[in-house]
Nanobody
Framework: VQLQASGGGLVQAGGSLRLSCAAS????????MAWYRQAPGKQRELVAG???????DYADSVKGRFTISRDNAKNTVYLQMDSLKPEDAGVYYC???????????????WGQGTLVTVSS
């Protein structure tokens, strides 16, 4: 396994969760690490991404509530999710791409998903 995601679970609306994605070194060297989510019946969408230099991108729906970060020494990317809403629920996937992007690129890598459930 090259991308290992963890940290999902059940939380009440307004609560917080922290997702982690541990990557192999060769994967982590890719410029852009991101979190995507897929809600039931919806397409997978970019939630947040971060370049190796620390430039971040966020979906409008999570700006001000979610924070993406990466620890290059630990080859790990994190997603701190605060003030969670029911509409944040879904399966969250870690992703590595060569370049900064709003959509998955060819030759990127997916991690396995981790389920986030938010109760109202």
């Amino acid at each position: 396994v090259q991308l290992q995601a963890s940290g999902g679970g059940l939380v009440q609306a307004g609560g917080s969760l922290r997702l982690s994605c541990a990557a192999s070194g060769s994967i982590f060297s890719r410029n852009f690490m991101a979190w995507y989510r897929q809600a039931p019946g919806k397409q997978r969408e970019l939630v947040a991404g971060i370049t190796i230099g620390g430039i971040t991108d966020y979906a409008d729906s999570v700006k001000g509530r979610f924070t993406i970060s990466r620890d290059n020494a630990k080859n790990t990317v994190y997603l701190q999710m605060d003030s969670l809403k029911p509409e944040d629920a879904g399966v969250y996937y870690c992703r590595a791409d060569r370049f900064r992007t709003q959509v998955p690129l060819q030759f990127g890598y997916w991690g396995q998903g981790t389920l986030v459930t938010v109760s109202s």
